[in-house]
């Protein structure tokens, strides 16, 4: 496979962003009025309030995942341009536009047909024959024939990976130029004349057939009639030719140097968009095709480094070139998907009703629409007899079994918690689930924890039918003991049909029976708190003599963090001591460790990556026997560490739960640190981002003017930009912005971020629209809606004003605002600023989040407060005093002023809280309803049409709200008023 020789070459590609844990929420379970807070939210401490009996336990959960496709549509453009350059696509096209920058490389003319480019470290050009007889060749053979057959822009695509290299062709290569080389070539470095040359040779050798690729003498230098087809520009065909080298053209055509301006136009003018979109995709351009972008780059008066005066493509003049897969610039990807959706129809007037429905969803497949069998959404909690595969897919309130373990994507057998494998909506029934996280099984029992019902479910007989009823459950009785029966939040179970342990996770506590339960609510023999240690306790994993548990908040070793308790022999006694509590073996500041032993004794273990160990770990220190190089390491897989990520073992199969939705396994249990799966379940290869490809963020963030639709999230670090606003559920959008730098362009599915922006808040007054988040906030002044590059961008701070946590963001006539949660800040400048103002105005706010202005009033939200605080803006600089909303809210994520109404999402009581008039809510007076519930007690979260599952970001643009849910959902929601 391709991806193998990747991975044993050495290829620059890396796993998908892990430093995401501050864009994800705390875990917030909806069962309390009074907040204690321990832990943190968002990746920042969390203050400490009141407790009381009835508490909310606050987690910094950090479920990861991975933005990015194998080969998603997109360009790159320098944010610093005036003018950025962008492609310009049909918005009905079918295929994807994806342009990738890395360097643009110095072309030498050397006489030959094959010019050289200098590659930065190879060190100065030369003739080519000379290089080509110098070079350890690999194979023999008619270099001639083989240039006639294998043009440039065949080697090329074959050297850089966008061309499946054939059988042999890897090794070829190799011999010809290195591993090293072939390592940089994958990595998205220009291949030289000479290499080319290699690759010309090794594919004649090999005898490599291209299917609809030209494969004639006149693809490599294009059409020798002189006419373009399709047409775009004019000009002097071979003096475009001469200047600008099929190797040049094809690498613009495709993205690997970064386009000029104007030449955007010009191609999408020849080609058409779709074409267009094509070729940024991975298409191979043909040889009219490379004429029209030599003839588009000539008149434009591209200039190329060492060719002609002037600085190359994505640098400066006289700086130098980058190495392979850095980025040059600081502009975003942006991705044009093919989108087709019908237009809202707006018109829409009156006020909302308690309980109401929302009339369609983004970020999701649609309203109780899973998407079918093979579709996932947080598959989690994988558990095996040595035959059969179960899994919890958790945000689909399903578990899926497969009668066999499967070795390709198959489909599985049986669907619980559902009557059908399209359904995905919540119950409480003993049929259905609300958020179920794992399973365990001994081949006759199986065990779900049903983690939003607080409850386990038990079936003592395997079950054989769809949505088949559980036989026992398990939950806490009104008024019981919780010391032996406190299922609170259940999120890790193990069992060998002899003995059951049972996380509940909210009550810092594991519950572990002795015996297998025989009754509905039986008691626990014992709990273990790990002498008070134990924070919110995750995955279980055992052999049936020891015990390793998993906790997000552990306080072992200091402050609240990700760690693992493991005792060397099975507790048998109340609270009995652990032996010792270890961290992450590859990353200290990683997540805490859960797996599966293999019949040989052997355990695998996911963490920050994939690792095995001769059983289970002895010491705190203990290394395991091999590390699978991860997500963050160049030639690593990602496996997109995240809450969700689990380990069976069935035989020496060995099955992992990714953060793309997808269950990836290897055919034996890894034995070497370039360990990249075998096959996949639940995607086209093991590479498939189901959540990427089908538009799903982790807490969306929606600003809209009532024409467009933008929607940031911090996790995936996108920007979805709707030109429209949609009236289909499950809308693609129109442009999707990558706020990532990817170290290697061409498998944006394993690459990890090298630089970000992590937008937690926007905002969207008039022509401008601005992100910010961590340390960075973007400007644009004139709406993303093109694919343009923001007009501004601060990183670090501006003026003498030095970022932290960046929170909040709001614009209105006068004013910009930005928010710091860990300066606990507010700054206001007049207008906007540049890099060198300074705020006119500083609010001391505790721990302030995401803002709202409406011109008159600014609303700052704050963890600090079960409340929302609005300063009237005339009376900031005068040091007025703010006005506190007062409402029955826990843990708001955002207040928002619109139109004259108020809304808060209350985050806690997943519930999203409406005054229709704020002056009601600046007078003191009560809400006038909630959304999320028919009413104000109903505050168990679900994935359902008329119920929120943690809300947190709103927008209204007087037509339709918009509901952003947070960290344990992804969805967006769309709530019409009415008369």
Same mark, same amino acid.
Not at 152 to 159: C, P
Not at 692 to 699: P, Q, R, T, V
């Given at each position: ?40 939210? #968002? ?23 991975? %933005? ?52 930065? !470290? ?85 005898? $490599? ?5 030209? *494969? ?12 373009? @087809? ?7 065909? +071979? ?34 968009? %779709? ?9 191979? $351009? ?52 093919? &989108? ?60 899926? /079994?497969?009668?066999? %373990? ?40 199986? /065990? ?115 760690? &693992? ?24 500041? #990683?997540?805490?460790?859960? !797996? ?22 002895? $010491? ?25 990520? *689990? ?140 694919? @343009? ?29 930005? %928010? ?15 890099? +060198?103002?300074?705020? /006119? ?11 709202? @202005? ?64 704020? +002056? ?9 309803? /909630?959304?999320?519930?028919? +009413? ?41 008023? @009415?008369?």
């Amino acid at each position: 496979m391709q991806f193998l020789v990747v991975a044993l070459l050495g290829t620059a590609c890396s796993g998908g962003s892990t430093d995401g844990l501050g864009g994800e929420a705390a875990e917030v379970p909806a069962a309390a009025t009074t907040t204690s807070f321990t832990g943190s939210i #968002g990746g920042s401490d969390l203050p400490e309030s009141g407790s009381a009996a009835t508490s909310t336990v606050v987690d910094n959960g950090s479920e990861a995942s991975d %933005a990015g496709e194998e080969h998603p549509a997109s360009t790159v453009v320098d944010a610093g341009e005036e003018h950025p350059t962008s492609t310009v696509v049909d918005a009905g096209e079918e295929s994807p536009t994806s342009t990738v920058v890395d360097n643009g490389p110095a072309v030498v003319e050397d006489g030959d047909d094959h010019p050289t480019p200098a590659i930065a !470290g190879d060190g100065p050009a030369v003739d080519d024959a000379q290089a080509v007889a110098d070079a350890p060749m690999g194979p023999a053979g008619d270099l001639d024939e083989a240039r006639q057959r294998y043009p440039l822009n065949v080697t090329g695509a074959v050297l850089a990976g966008r061309m499946e290299a054939p059988a042999g062709f890897d090794q070829c290569a190799v011999a010809g130029f290195g591993g090293a080389r072939r390592g940089e070539l994958l990595a998205g470095a220009i291949a030289s004349g000479s290499e080319n040359d290699v690759a010309a040779r090794c594919l004649l050798e090999v005898g $490599a057939v291209f299917a609809g690729v030209p *494969s004639s003498a006149g693809s490599a230098g294009g059409s020798e009639s002189g006419v373009l @087809s399709p047409m775009g520009p004019g000009g002097d065909l +071979d003096e475009a030719r001469q200047r600008y080298p099929s190797n040049v053209t094809s690498a613009v055509l495709d993205g690997r140097i970064e386009a000029p301006a104007g030449f955007d136009q010009c191609a999408v003018a020849g080609l058409g968009g %779709a074409r267009r979109g094509e070729l940024l995709a991975g298409a191979i $351009a043909s040889g009219p095709e490379n004429d029209m972008a030599a003839n588009c780059l000539l008149e434009v008066g591209a200039e190329i480094s060492g060719g002609s005066a002037g600085g190359g493509f994505g640098g400066t003049e006289g700086s130098p070139n980058p190495q392979p897969g850095q980025r040059v610039g600081s502009g975003f990807i942006v991705e044009y998907p093919a &989108t087709n959706y019908r237009t809202a129809p707006g018109g829409t007037f009156g006020s909302f009703h308690a309980g109401q429905s929302a009339d369609l969803v983004l970020s999701a497949i649609g309203f109780n629409d899973s998407g079918g069998p093979l579709l996932f959404n947080r598959p989690t909690g994988l558990s095996t007899d040595g035959t059969r595969l179960v899994m919890a897919d958790t945000f689909n309130n399903r578990v899926l /079994v497969w009668n066999r %373990a499967p070795t390709g994507n198959q489909a599985p057998d049986l669907v619980l918690g559902q009557s059908n494998f399209t359904s995905n909506e919540p119950d409480t029934s003993l049929g259905g689930m609300n958020w179920p996280v794992s399973t365990s099984t001994d081949g006759t029992r199986l /065990v779900v924890t049903d983690t939003y019902n607080n409850r386990i479910l038990i079936w003592t007989a395997f079950p054989t039918r769809n949505g088949q009823p559980a036989d026992i459950v398990l939950e806490t009785p009104a008024g019981s003991d919780k010391e032996q029966l406190g299922i609170e939040w259940p999120w890790g179970s193990w069992t060998d049909g002899t003995r059951l342990v049972v996380t509940s996770t909210m009550g810092g506590r594991v519950l572990v029976w002795n015996t297998f339960p025989t009754s509905d609510d039986q008691p626990a023999d014992l709990t273990l708190k790990g002498d008070g240690r134990i924070g919110t306790p995750r995955q279980v994993t055992s052999d049936g003599l020891t015990l390793m548990v998993g906790d997000h908040n552990s306080t072992a070793d200091g402050p609240s963090s990700p760690g &693992t308790f493991i005792w060397s022999t099975f507790p048998t006694t109340a609270n009995q001591p652990y032996d010792f509590f270890r961290r992450d073996p590859t990353d200290p500041n #990683g997540p805490w460790l859960r !797996g599966a032993f293999a019949g040989d004794g052997r355990l695998v273990t996911m963490g920050s990556t994939l690792e095995v160990w001769p059983g289970m770990p002895s $010491a705190s220190d203990e290394s395991p026997v091999l590390s699978v190089k991860g997500q963050k390491e160049p030639d690593g897989f990602d496996f997109g560490w995240s809450d969700f990520s *689990s380990v069976a073992v069935v035989g020496e199969r060995v099955y992992v739960t990714t953060g793309r939705n997808t269950v990836v396994g290897f055919d034996g249990i890894p034995d070497s640190v370039y360990g990249w799966p075998d096959f996949v379940v639940g995607g086209d290869d093991v590479l498939a981002n189901t959540m990427a490809e089908n538009h799903i963020l982790s807490n969306p963030v929606p600003a809209t003017d009532g024409t467009s639709l933008f929607v940031t999230s911090d996790f995936d670090k996108k920007l979805l930009v709707w030109k429209t606003i949609p009236e289909d559920s499950a809308a693609a959008p129109d442009i999707v912005y990558h706020f990532c730098t990817y170290r290697d362009p061409s498998y944006q599915g394993l690459a990890s971020c090298m630089s970000q922006l992590a937008p937690w808040d926007n905002a969207l007054h008039g022509d401008v629209f601005a992100a910010a988040g961590k340390d960075r906030v973007v400007i644009w002044e004139g709406l993303p809606t093109d694919g @343009s590059m923001p007009a501004s961008d601060h990183e670090g701070g501006i003026g003498s004003i030095t970022f932290a946590d960046l929170t909040g963001v709001a614009i209105d006539d006068r004013y910009f605002y930005l %928010a710091d949660k860990q300066a606990n800040r507010v700054w206001i400048w007049e207008g906007l600023p540049d890099g +060198d103002d300074e705020p /006119v105005a500083t609010l001391v706010v505790d721990t302030p989040t995401r803002l709202s @202005s409406d011109g008159t009033y600014l609303a700052v939200n704050s963890y600090a407060t079960s409340s929302a605080t609005v300063y009237r803006i005339d009376d900031i600089l005068q040091g007025g005093s703010p006005i506190v909303v007062s409402g029955s809210v826990n843990l708001p994520q955002a207040a928002t002023i619109a139109g004259g109404h108020f809304f808060v999402a209350d985050t806690g009581h997943n519930q999203v809280e409406i005054w229709w008039s704020l +002056d009601d809510a600046l007078a003191g007076r009560p809400s006038d309803l /909630v959304l999320g519930a028919d +009413d104000r007690n109903e505050m168990v979260p679900e994935l359902t049409r008329n119920q929120f599952f943690w809300p947190g970001a709103i927008a209204f643009d007087g037509t339709y709200l918009w509901v952003g849910e947070f960290k344990f959902s992804g969805r967006l929601l769309r709530f019409s008023p @009415s008369g």
